[in-house]
């Protein structure tokens, strides 16, 4: 099973990055796909979630709008376009993959949610 997040870079303030995260080994259509994010001396953080089949997207609340994540199944890739990046949005970003045939399913916001993890894609907004 392998993820592998792409995509990052520097970028000035106001400024867009496409991340994609590439699945292999498992069906993404069994799975939701997470976006976390994780700056420099602070504590992991969710960003977004999208679901298995129909392609729901949850966002952070300080995120949305500015975010917009999206997959390809049969590519097996997720996306996140990064749209008006600040400066507070520089982070290593890693997608992760929750089994949502677990019963009771597992959150798809919460680090014990996810089965699976990616090596992160570090962003960085310049201002």
């Known amino acids: 099973v392998q993820l592998q997040a792409s995509g990052g870079g520097l970028v000035q303030a106001g400024g867009s990055l496409r991340l994609s995260c590439a699945t292999s080994g498992f069906t993404l259509d069994d799975y939701a796909i997470a976006w976390f994010r994780q700056a420099p001396g602070k504590e992991r953080e969710w960003v977004s979630c999208?679901?298995?089949?129909?392609?729901?997207?949850w966002y952070s609340d300080a995120l949305k709008g500015r975010f917009t994540g999206s997959r390809d199944n049969a590519k097996s890739t997720v996306y996140l376009q990064m749209n008006s990046l600040r400066p507070e949005d520089t982070a290593v970003y890693f997608c992760a993959a929750s089994d949502n045939r677990r019963q009771p399913p597992r959150p798809c916001n919460k680090d014990y949610g996810m089965d699976y993890w990616g090596k992160g894609t570090l962003v960085t907004v310049s201002s």
């Open positions: 999208i679901s298995t089949t129909d392609s729901r997207t």
